[in-house]
């Protein structure tokens, strides 16, 4: 042991012993130099050839009137392209500049080599950005498909580059690459699992036509309800109307129930469904003196003489109680219809009706289901408060009384 020891110290000894200090300096000095005018030289020749490479592209565009040239300039595909000129030269004169170094000249090989794929990259990242705008407007269902496949093949597209990079560090072809991946497979999967579900998503929704940027949808399991204003590979940005913003994932927006409001804002009609609650005990037959009352209300007075002249020409003893059939609930309830009928913001075209629904221990309610000839959401309001506040006030006049439901009662 001590001897091997002794031995080592020896060969080091002899080693730098006849280490030439000043041939060394020298090579290294002489490699250091040519590596400072190899740098300077690619950065002038990438100065000069990207600067050459906008300015026609600049003349192109300003010479032509289409727009996916303009798209093409602003996303800097040109300049991606600049990048390949100086890097082929500069990997030609790799060998003639180091020659006789050729340690030197394989890690440069292999440095130009990345940086190749490293352009080829950006190359395809700009050109999809590109397509994305050219290929696609905001208000159309195939911008989703169109924006989750292109960001589905970016994301490819880094992989693979990825893969091609580790292949060139490695000195292994891309094939053992992807095989020694093989193994972690799953592990992948798992990680590109919300893009991969994105990208069904997004081709799903793009064919149904159920959602496109624009639209006004509700999505119940968040309790939200907004303008989508982004559908990408991996979530959804809905501008709530308080203006937040809230994200959501895309598979949710196939796979919960998700209400669209956009046909209704496309027909600028929005529903009115909303009901008023009346106090059982209030209700009663109308007498003689009721009726007399009520004969002089615009809105219910021809609905009262018909049920009048129908019931005189009543003379069979068994249908009696045929005579008594008005109610102060029943005439309301007309009243409320012609009301509807007759108001100049209430579309006579949609479905327009004042129902009854099922009693509950509270009372009797009266539901109004119409639609309003406005979608805007401030007229809306406006029609549907000075509706509701004409029925609950006219509703004394009919000797009804509105049962009033606090929360704890509720609970």
């Known amino acids: 042991m001590k001897m091997s020891f002794i031995l080592q110290i020896q060969d080091i000894y002899e080693f730098t012993h006849n280490l030439d200090l000043k041939k060394w300096g020298s090579i290294s000095l002489i490699i250091i130099s040519k590596m400072l005018f190899f740098s300077i ?13 906008r300015f026609i592209g600049r ?12 798209i093409l300039y602003e996303n800097k595909v040109f300049d991606s392209l600049a990048h390949f000129f100086p890097l082929s030269i500069g990997f030609i004169l790799v060998e003639p500049i180091f020659k006789k170094h050729y340690t030197i000249i394989l890690y440069l090989e292999r440095i130009f ?3 190749f794929v490293l352009i080829v990259l950006q190359f395809l990242i700009r050109v999809i950005n590109s397509i994305i705008r050219i290929a696609t407007s905001e208000n159309n269902h195939q911008t989703i498909a169109v924006r989750s496949f292109s960001q589905l093949l970016k994301i490819i597209s880094i992989v693979f580059c990825c893969l091609v990079i580790i292949a060139i560090i490695t000195k292994n072809d891309i094939i053992t690459v992807l095989t020694s991946l093989g193994a972690i497979t799953a ?83 929005r529903r009115i469904k909303r009901s008023i609650l009346f106090n059982i005990q209030s209700f009663y037959f109308c007498s003689s003196e009721n009726l007399k009352k009520f004969q002089h209300v615009y809105l219910i007075k021809n609905y009262i003489k018909k049920i009048q002249k129908e019931i ?28 509807l009928h007759q108001h100049p913001k209430i579309s006579q075209s949609e479905t327009l009706m004042v129902r009854y629904l099922e009693t509950n221990h ?11 000839n406005t979608s805007e959401s401030i007229k809306y ?31």
């Not at 003349?59 to 303009?70: A, G, L």
């Not at 998700?258 to 496309?266: L, P, S």
């Not at 029609?383 to 509720?410: G, M, P, R, W, Y």
């Open 187 to 269: 592990i992948v999967i798992l990680v590109f699992r919300d893009p991969i579900l994105g990208f069904v998503s997004g081709v799903q929704i793009a064919t149904t036509k159920m959602i496109k940027v624009g639209d006004w949808i509700g999505v119940p399991k968040y309790n939200i309800e907004g303008i989508v204003i982004e559908i990408n590979l991996t979530s959804a940005k809905i501008e709530n109307f308080d203006k937040t913003i809230t994200s959501v994932p895309t598979y949710d927006l196939i796979s919960t129930a998700v209400t669209n409001y956009e046909i209704m804002r496309q027909k600028n009609i």
């Open 113 to 115: 080599d990345i940086l």
């Open 59 to 70: 003349r192109i565009v300003n010479s032509t009137h289409f727009v996916w040239d303009n």
């Open 41 to 53: 030289l690619i950065i002038i020749l990438e100065f000069f050839f990207n600067r050459s490479v």
């Open 312 to 339: 005189e020409n009543i003379n069979n003893v068994e249908n009696i109680n045929l005579r008594k059939r008005l109610t102060n609930i029943g005439l309301f309830r007309q009243y409320a219809l012609e009301y």
């Open 381 to 411: 309001e406006q029609i549907q408060a000075s509706i509701f506040d004409h029925l609950l006030t006219i509703a004394k006049e009919f000797n009804l009384e509105i049962t009033q439901v606090t929360k704890k009662e509720v609970h």
């Open 362 to 372: 509270y009372g009797l309610p009266i539901e109004l289901y119409c639609f309003t």
